[in-house]
């Protein structure tokens, strides 16, 4: 029955898939008008929409202000039906908000479409990027569509009156993972308190549990656990993306657990977690122990015990060691060879095969050491913009991005930004020049970068 009702969501959302895989590119550089105002307070969004017992359409994302939410052009039509049948806005997140009710309630990643009912009950999540007149149109009819069958809020409202059934525990918690919804831990542990013991060594009873996100080491990740021999067998025997999608669903949502109740030890259990997840690979596995810790005191804006833990973390985890180092852990690991103390990491021949797999992928791990120092230099800049030592270590860090990246025109902006802030004034303008050549194909970010540029010489940053 589980397994039956997720396929059957799953099939209804494939016939999307074709016109999604068209249109999933990057966003085009020249930014269109967009349908509505950006940045739409959303709980203005929840009560418009209350007041006009109308659902929603949101498009929800941590982009830039010259986000563009769809590829290709949308008819006065199509607009005349989203303004007048729907509450309709674009929401764009502060990455630190870590309280918004959306960021409380969804797994973020790239930006996303949702339709949801006149109390903000989602009827319909989409990932990828909508192409335009026709994909908006068949989105709207499957969310009216859906509006009328059993919709979560239905099931949550049935559930507020003390209704325990356990087909509906069921269904809210197979829609939670169908929207990408932190679980409820309360309804979760409403559903297992009603399995016997014979359902918790059921496999499919098992796999079903863990997907749904207990937070980790929790009374119901426990139970969920309570045949270990069977589980370590589940993981063993699922394939890859599955476990892959229990493992994040788990760190999600007990990282969310962690900021809900201020439980820095709940942010290092989960590092742990992660880190086991990754015990193949210590690189990988040590990189995802530290950041959850170093994540939650980011968030908290605990200013000392953070700069600490960064300049610890973007030294050691990603300035000191080179993409190919990451690389080569990663290749012993799909190659599946045994290390031993008593020879190198590879032969020759398996070295020789490990630079003709490295050479294809190169591209991609200069560019997450990239990304990673980058972001490391920019928080820097946030929590330690007046402090010359911290920002020396800043600047050795985005000095190593460029050299990985050196076309990027935000890149050089924020090396511009930290030699600015340690008085290397000639330095700052010669980089933010950079940022400003680079930055031509996008006309609003130019004029940004020409800006800053000004402010330096005006020494106004």
Same mark, same amino acid.
């Given at each position: 029955?589980?397994?039956?009702?997720?396929?059957?969501?799953?099939?209804? =959302?494939?016939?999307?898939?074709?016109? &999604?895989?068209?249109?999933?590119?990057?966003?085009?550089?020249?930014?269109?008008?967009?349908?509505?105002?950006?940045?739409?307070?959303?709980?203005?969004?929840?009560? #418009?929409?209350?007041?006009?017992?109308?659902?929603?359409?949101?498009?929800?994302?941590?982009?830039?202000?010259?986000?563009?939410?769809?590829?290709?052009?949308?008819?006065?039509? /199509?607009?005349?039906? %989203?303004?007048?049948?729907?509450?309709?806005?674009?929401?764009?997140?502060?990455?630190?908000?870590?309280?918004?009710?959306? !960021?409380? /309630?969804?797994?973020?990643?790239?930006?996303?479409?949702?339709?949801?009912?006149?109390?903000?009950?989602?009827?319909? +999540?989409? @990932?990828?990027?909508?192409?335009?007149?026709?994909?908006?149109?068949?989105?709207? *009819?499957? &969310?009216?569509?859906?509006?009328?069958?059993?919709?979560?809020?239905?099931?949550?409202?049935?559930?507020?009156?003390?209704? #325990?059934?356990?087909?509906?525990?069921?269904?809210?918690?197979?829609? =939670?993972?169908?929207?990408?919804?932190? $679980?409820?831990?309360?309804?979760?542990?409403?559903?297992?308190?009603?399995? /016997?013991?014979?359902?918790?060594?059921?496999?499919?009873?098992?796999?079903?549990?863990?997907?749904?996100?207990?937070?980790?080491?929790?009374?119901?990740?426990?139970?969920? +656990?309570?045949?270990?021999?069977?589980? @370590?067998? %589940?993981?063993?025997?699922?394939?890859?993306?599955?476990?892959?999608?229990?493992?994040?669903?788990?760190?999600?949502? $007990?990282?969310?657990?962690?900021?809900?109740?201020? @439980?820095?030890?709940?942010?290092?259990?989960?590092?742990?977690?992660?880190?086991?997840?990754?015990?193949?690979?210590?690189?990988?596995?040590?990189?995802?122990?530290?950041?959850?810790?170093?994540? !939650?005191? #980011?968030?908290?804006?605990?200013?000392?015990?953070?700069?600490?833990?960064? #300049?610890?973390?973007?030294?050691? +985890?990603?300035?000191?060691?080179?993409?190919?180092?990451?690389?080569?852990?990663?290749?012993?690991?799909?190659?599946?060879?045994?290390?031993? +103390?008593?020879?190198?990491?590879?032969?020759?021949?398996?070295?020789?095969?490990?630079?003709?797999?490295?050479?294809?992928?190169?591209?991609? !791990?200069?560019? *997450?050491?990239?990304?990673?120092?980058? =972001?490391?230099?920019?928080?820097?800049?946030?929590?330690?913009?007046?402090?010359?030592?911290?920002?020396? *270590?800043?600047?050795?860090?985005?000095?190593?991005?460029?050299?990985?990246?050196?076309?990027?025109?935000?890149?050089?902006?924020?090396?511009?930004?930290?030699?600015?802030?340690?008085?290397?004034?000639?330095?700052?303008?010669?980089?933010?020049?950079?940022?400003?050549?680079?930055?031509?194909?996008?006309?609003?970010?130019?004029?940004?970068?020409?800006?800053?540029?000004?402010?330096?010489?005006?020494?106004?940053?």
């Amino acid at each position: 029955m589980i397994v039956n009702f997720i396929e059957m969501m799953e099939q209804f =959302y494939l016939k999307f898939v074709v016109l &999604a895989f068209l249109s999933f590119s990057i966003y085009p550089a020249v930014a269109q008008q967009a349908m509505y105002p950006q940045n739409n307070d959303y709980t203005h969004l929840l009560e #418009r929409a209350a007041q006009e017992n109308k659902p929603m359409f949101l498009v929800v994302h941590q982009r830039g202000e010259q986000f563009v939410p769809f590829k290709g052009t949308v008819s006065k039509k /199509t607009k005349d039906i %989203l303004d007048t049948q729907f509450v309709s806005g674009i929401v764009q997140l502060n990455r630190d908000d870590f309280n918004h009710p959306l !960021y409380r /309630t969804f797994h973020m990643n790239n930006p996303f479409y949702l339709f949801t009912d006149k109390d903000g009950m989602p009827l319909l +999540r989409w @990932d990828k990027t909508v192409d335009g007149e026709l994909e908006i149109e068949r989105l709207i *009819d499957s &969310a009216t569509t859906l509006a009328k069958a059993e919709t979560l809020g239905k099931l949550t409202a049935q559930y507020r009156k003390g209704m #325990r059934q356990q087909a509906i525990l069921t269904k809210m918690l197979q829609y =939670y993972q169908t929207f990408g919804q932190y $679980t409820d831990q309360q309804v979760l542990n409403d559903y297992i308190a009603q399995l /016997t013991i014979e359902q918790l060594n059921n496999f499919e009873t098992v796999v079903f549990l863990l997907n749904c996100g207990p937070v980790y080491n929790s009374k119901t990740y426990l139970l969920a +656990r309570t045949n270990g021999k069977m589980v @370590d067998s %589940l993981y063993s025997t699922l394939p890859l993306p599955v476990r892959k999608k229990i493992n994040n669903r788990i760190i999600q949502r $007990t990282f969310r657990e962690a900021l809900n109740k201020k @439980d820095f030890s709940l942010a290092q259990n989960i590092g742990y977690f992660a880190y086991q997840t990754w015990t193949s690979n210590y690189l990988r596995g040590t990189n995802s122990q530290d950041f959850y810790p170093l994540e !939650y005191k #980011r968030l908290m804006k605990d200013t000392v015990t953070y700069i600490q833990m960064a #300049r610890r973390y973007y030294n050691d +985890r990603f300035y000191q060691v080179a993409p190919d180092s990451l690389a080569r852990i990663d290749f012993i690991q799909d190659r599946q060879i045994k290390l031993s +103390r008593n020879r190198p990491l590879l032969d020759s021949a398996q070295h020789a095969d490990f630079k003709q797999w490295f050479g294809k992928g190169r591209h991609y !791990y200069e560019d *997450d050491q990239a990304r990673n120092l980058h =972001y490391g230099a920019q928080q820097i800049l946030v929590f330690a913009r007046n402090n010359p030592d911290v920002l020396f *270590d800043a600047i050795r860090w985005q000095t190593k991005v460029i050299e990985l990246k050196p076309d990027v025109a935000q890149y050089h902006y924020t090396l511009a930004l930290l030699l600015y802030r340690v008085g290397f004034y000639a330095q700052a303008e010669t980089e933010q020049q950079k940022a400003i050549v680079l930055s031509k194909s996008n006309k609003e970010y130019h004029k940004e970068m020409q800006a800053a540029l000004k402010q330096m010489k005006s020494r106004l940053l």
